[in-house]
């Protein structure tokens, strides 16, 4: 009787409007992040009989009834219990999903969801039990059952960041130069609850613990943009393989983008955050390796002039001038401080600003003996006692 029962309600689409514990309404970008409720677990229905590849005792009707507005490219639904519990989801086409034990002994269906309807049954493994339990459903890759982020509307990896995580919350990104499509683009959720203003002055924004993406450059790059686009104001970290950090908001508008020469391979963690704290917004992160069209509201960093260089003993050749703009840039100033770059000597501000030195130290440059001034950078001195080069 309970088979038949069961079986009637998963195909009739009416009757399992009605659910044990409710009706979830989602689209992408929906907060708070995960998504959570609770309920109990169990009932009289063998999971298996539906389908062999499922296990545990589920009730007649679903649990819950979780209708997806728009497609997902990526969804957990997931359920957390102090004892084993099993999960079974009927997909809009009727497919029957079904798992144990992903995480320990909780349950997860995880992927790609197309918009539709889906009943959700959190079952108990052994016959005759039932257990209270959280369902939660998640579009971060990095909230998994177990981890402590359970279905209670927290985002992310509490106020902790992690520096060296080998997974993002979103798609990752592997490049080389020439790579095609470009721009290339991918999709994720903005915001999070780590300040990011915590990571210098130039960074703005509320990011999630874990990297939104993580990007792996299987080369290097000598010009290389990454930008946000989004119908809310979102802002942009990244994190090189140096463990330096660069940050933008509001390079065109609302939307961030960081642009830089000389992007060496390697492993960058990037995070798209939200301006205001406690939101969360849809974006589209490009990668080009192109400058932006109209290069509106962007800094580009021209080619240093060349310096043809003869003298006795040396072939006549061609050799790179320093160049100030690159430096300051490179060592995550923001584009403000280029103005400091002005009239300087090329070779003197250099040394300054690779000595770890502030942009507006450039003007201990002023008059100055080059090479006395970039000795005294590489022997450690201060850049105010460069009046002694004069």
Same mark, same amino acid.
């Given at each position: 009787?309970?088979?038949?029962?069961?079986?009637?309600?998963?195909?009739?689409?009416?009757?399992?409007?009605?659910?044990? /514990?409710?009706?979830?309404? +989602? *689209?992408?970008? $929906?907060? &708070? =992040? @995960?998504?959570?409720?609770? #309920?109990?677990? !169990? %009932?009289?229905?063998?999971?298996?009989?539906?389908?062999?590849?499922?296990?545990?005792?589920?009730?007649?009707?679903?649990?819950?009834?979780?209708?997806?507005?728009?497609?997902?490219?990526?969804?957990?639904?997931?359920?957390?219990?102090?004892?084993?519990?099993?999960?079974?989801?009927?997909?809009?086409?009727?497919?029957?999903?079904?798992?144990?034990?992903?995480?320990?002994?909780?349950?997860?269906?995880?992927?790609?969801?197309?918009?539709?309807?889906?009943?959700?049954?959190?079952?108990?493994?052994?016959?005759?039990?039932?257990?209270?339990?959280?369902?939660?459903?998640?579009?971060?890759?990095?909230?998994?059952?177990?981890?402590?982020?359970?279905?209670?509307?927290?985002?992310?990896?509490?106020?902790?960041?992690?520096?060296?995580?080998?997974?993002?919350? /979103?798609?990752?990104?592997? +490049? *080389?130069?020439? $790579?095609? &499509? =470009? @721009?290339?683009?991918?999709? #994720?959720?903005? !915001? %999070?609850?780590?300040?990011?203003?915590?990571?210098?002055?130039?960074?703005?924004?509320?990011?999630?613990?874990?990297?939104?993406?993580?990007?792996?450059?299987?080369?290097?790059?000598?010009?290389?943009?990454?930008?946000?686009?989004?119908?809310?104001?979102?802002?942009?970290?990244?994190?090189?393989?140096?463990?330096?950090?660069?940050?933008?908001?509001?390079?065109?508008?609302?939307?961030?983008?960081?642009?830089?020469?000389?992007?060496?391979?390697?492993?960058?963690?990037?995070?798209?955050?939200?301006?205001?704290?406690?939101?969360?917004?849809?974006?589209?992160?490009?990668?080009?390796?192109?400058?932006?069209?109209?290069?509106?509201?962007?800094?580009?960093?021209?080619?240093?002039?060349?310096?043809?260089?003869?003298?006795?003993?040396?072939?006549?050749?061609?050799?790179?001038?320093?160049?100030? *703009?690159?430096?300051?840039?490179?060592?995550?100033?923001?584009?403000?401080?280029?103005?400091?770059?002005?009239?300087?000597?090329?070779?003197?501000?250099?040394?300054?600003?690779?000595?770890?030195?502030?942009?507006?130290?450039?003007?201990?440059?002023?008059?100055?003996?080059?090479?006395?001034?970039?000795?005294?950078?590489?022997?450690?001195?201060?850049?105010?006692?460069?009046?002694?080069?004069?």
């Amino acid at each position: 009787m309970a088979l038949a029962a069961l079986s009637l309600i998963m195909a009739s689409g009416a009757l399992a409007q009605n659910s044990n /514990f409710g009706t979830i309404n +989602l *689209r992408p970008g $929906f907060s &708070p =992040d @995960p998504w959570g409720a609770r #309920g109990t677990s !169990g %009932g009289a229905s063998n999971a298996s009989h539906i389908d062999a590849r499922c296990s545990g005792w589920i009730s007649g009707a679903p649990d819950h009834v979780l209708k997806v507005q728009s497609h997902f490219g990526f969804l957990r639904i997931f359920a957390e219990s102090s004892d084993d519990t099993t999960l079974v989801i009927q997909t809009p086409r009727g497919q029957v999903l079904c798992n144990d034990d992903a995480y320990g002994l909780n349950p997860s269906v995880e992927g790609r969801f197309p918009a539709g309807t889906y009943r959700v049954w959190v079952g108990s493994y052994t016959q005759g039990e039932s257990s209270s339990y959280r369902l939660g459903v998640t579009e971060l890759r990095s909230v998994e059952p177990g981890s402590g982020h359970t279905a209670s509307g927290s985002r992310g990896l509490d106020h902790r960041l992690v520096l060296d995580a080998r997974r993002g919350n /979103f798609d990752p990104v592997r +490049l *080389r130069s020439g $790579f095609t &499509p =470009d @721009p290339l683009h991918a999709t #994720g959720v903005s !915001g %999070g609850q780590f300040d990011g203003s915590r990571l210098g002055s130039e960074c703005r924004g509320w990011i999630a613990g874990q990297p939104d993406h993580i990007m792996t450059l299987r080369g290097d790059l000598e010009f290389f943009r990454v930008f946000a686009s989004s119908r809310e104001d979102t802002t942009l970290i990244i994190r090189a393989p140096n463990g330096r950090f660069f940050c933008n908001d509001d390079t065109d508008g609302v939307d961030p983008a960081i642009e830089r020469n000389h992007w060496r391979r390697g492993t960058y963690r990037i995070w798209v955050g939200s301006y205001r704290e406690g939101e969360s917004a849809r974006y589209e992160l490009g990668f080009s390796e192109l400058p932006a069209e109209g290069d509106v509201g962007r800094v580009r960093i021209d080619p240093a002039p060349v310096v043809r260089v003869r003298g006795r003993g040396h072939r006549r050749g061609r050799r790179r001038a320093p160049d100030c *703009r690159e430096a300051v840039l490179a060592a995550g100033h923001p584009s403000s401080s280029l103005i400091h770059c002005e009239d300087v000597d090329p070779y003197c501000a250099v040394a300054v600003i690779n000595a770890g030195h502030s942009p507006a130290s450039l003007i201990h440059c002023d008059g100055v003996d080059r090479r006395c001034a970039v000795s005294m950078m590489e022997n450690g001195r201060n850049p105010s006692e460069m009046v002694h080069c004069e």
